[in-house]
């Protein structure tokens, strides 16, 4: 009699979670079964991290890196103590099944490709966890969707739809602004990586995605994966009007060198460092973050366009999307790195 009770216990309570469980199809067309009450979310990788930052914090439960401490300190203070997972997905992934499953989470979301490796690898950590796994799609274009369909999974549909609105509101003003001006006007734009700037994203890419979106033509040609190593007699023959650097202190190097100091855009001090705290606001990663980099980058080359000043557009960003008050400093920081060293001649 009592296995009989425990069994139909058992029973009652499997019907239960099966009765509490939702239908979601992803953006790689997967239908996942998704708890009616989420609370703990674990982010797959980078991309996600910074979405669930933003869209619902209360429910993040791990950072795929721990953040450091120039990180932490841009970063909401209920954000800055998670613990680190380790990513599951992209490269470098270094999450197992043993450190997912002690975190408990009701829910993984990846936000990204949704191409079939990407579906291959969800479907297969999901069946080896039992935790469901999500594919989002990470285009940028696609950010107000995302936001969107988030949020009304995991019961933050109200802000979800503030940040859509909010994300759509930046797209909607720097396409205007771009459309405005005739191609031929635009800034031919050189995006360097690495300590030497010879390494570039290519056109088309998600390294580049936004640089294009903001008006930027791309010197780079259209090519066959992301990142491509350059010569710097390529970047001589290219001669950019504009130079968007990684690595920060890029802008003196190229000033200071005979390999750079020649360039049309070195010699007009059109040399600008992209600012990375507490996330890159042009690929690293190629999240949610990148709207404030959009802005940034469509003010450099049509400043005409934008009354607002750069450094009202960085605070209101900060504070409505990380959930931060930027002190004085940190947005000095944040404007030197994006404003550049100035004419050279």
């Known amino acids: 009699m009592p296995l009989l009770r425990c069994l139909l216990a058992l029973a009652c309570l499997c019907a239960s979670g099966l009765a509490a469980a939702r239908p979601f199809t992803d953006a790689a067309g997967r239908r996942v079964e998704v708890p ?30 721990a953040p450091s401490p120039e990180e932490r300190a841009f970063l909401n203070p209920a954000l800055r103590d998670l613990p680190a997972s380790g990513r599951l997905t992209g490269r470098g992934g270094s999450a197992n099944v043993e450190a997912v499953l002690a975190l408990k989470p009701d829910l993984i979301v990846d936000v990204g490709s949704t191409a079939a490796t990407y579906a291959s690898l969800a479907d297969r950590v999901q069946a080896q966890t039992g935790i469901p796994y999500l594919l989002l799609d990470g285009r940028f274009k696609a950010t107000p969707e995302t ?30 602004a771009v459309e405005a001006v005739p ?5 031919r734009v050189y995006y360097g990586r690495g300590p ?21 033509r791309n010197v780079a040609g259209a090519g066959a994966g992301g990142l491509a190593a350059v010569s710097p007699e390529q970047v001589l023959v290219w001669n950019p009007d504009v130079i968007i650097a990684l690595d920060p202190d890029f802008p003196k190097l190229a000033a200071a060198d005979p390999l750079w100091n020649g360039l049309k855009a070195v010699r ?51 504070r409505r999307f990380y959930r931060v008050e930027l002190t004085p400093e940190q947005l000095d920081r944040l404007l030197r790195d994006a404003a550049g060293p100035g004419p050279t001649r």
Do not use: C
């Not at 009450?37 to 991309?47: K, N, Q």
């Not at 690929?283 to 607002?308: C, H, M």
């Open 268 to 318: 007009a001090g059109r040399v600008h460092a992209i600012p990375t705290l507490p996330f890159g606001w042009v690929d690293a990663p190629p999240g949610v973050n990148r709207l404030i980099g959009l802005r940034w980058l469509a003010g450099l080359f049509f400043p005409e366009q934008f009354p607002q000043t750069l450094g009202d557009a960085v605070r209101d960003f900060y």
């Open 36 to 65: 009616e009450r989420v609370t703990r979310v674990l982010a797959a990788g980078p991309p996600a991290a910074v979405l669930l930052a933003t869209l619902a914090p209360d429910k993040m439960i791990a950072w795929p890196r």
């Open 196 to 216: 030497r700037g010879l390494e570039t994203g290519l056109a088309g890419s998600i390294n580049t995605e936004i640089i294009e979106a903001a008006g930027g």
């Open 183 to 187: 191609e031929e006007k635009r800034p």
């Open 147 to 176: 936001y969107r369909s988030l949020g009304a999974l995991i019961d933050a549909a109200e802000e979800g739809e503030a940040l859509a609105a909010e994300s759509e509101t930046i797209l909607r003003n720097v396409t205007a």
